[in-house]
Nanobody, 115 residues
Framework: QVQLVESGGGLVQPGGSLRLSCTAS????????MGWYRQAPGKERELVAD???????NYEHFAKGRFTISRDDAENTLYLQMDSLKPEDTAHYYC?????????WGKGTLVTVSS
C-alpha cells in the first residue's frame, strides 16, 4: 500500500510563497506519474499540476507561471513551489501518485492565503 504524506501548508499573505512536499513510502521512480490536486470549500477537487516519471511537467492554466512542480527521486519526494499566491488559491492540497492503474492519495495539507 502506497502512503503519501504532505507537508508545508499554512497561512500566507497574498503575494507570498509556500513550498509543499509529498514524501512517498516507496521509490517514486516506480510511479507512472505524480501530481498535486486541490479542493476549495464547496468546490470539486481539481488538478493543479502533474509530472511524469520522465520528469515532464504539466500545469493547469491557473498554475502556469506561478507554481512549479518538481521531484527528487533520491528523496522519494514531490514538491510544489507556489509563488504569487492569491486568496483564490486557498484550498486543501493533495498529493497523488499513479502506479499501474491505481491512483493513491495523501491526506492533504491546508493552504490559506489571507491578509
Amino acid at each position: 500500500q502506497v502512503q503519501l504524506v504532505e507537508s508545508g501548508g499554512g497561512l500566507v499573505q497574498p503575494g507570498g510563497s509556500l513550498r509543499l512536499s509529498c514524501t512517498a513510502s516507496e521509490r517514486i521512480v516506480s510511479f507512472n506519474a505524480m501530481g498535486w490536486y486541490r479542493q476549495a470549500p464547496g468546490k470539486e477537487r481539481e488538478l493543479v499540476a502533474d509530472i511524469t516519471s520522465a520528469g515532464l511537467p504539466n500545469y493547469e492554466h491557473f498554475a502556469k507561471g506561478r507554481f512549479t512542480i518538481s521531484r527528487d527521486d533520491a528523496e522519494n519526494t514531490l514538491y510544489l513551489q507556489m509563488d504569487s499566491l492569491k486568496p483564490e488559491d486557498t484550498a486543501h492540497y493533495y498529493c497523488a501518485a499513479l502506479k499501474v492503474s491505481i491512483l493513491y492519495w495523501g491526506k492533504g495539507t491546508l493552504v490559506t492565503v489571507s491578509s
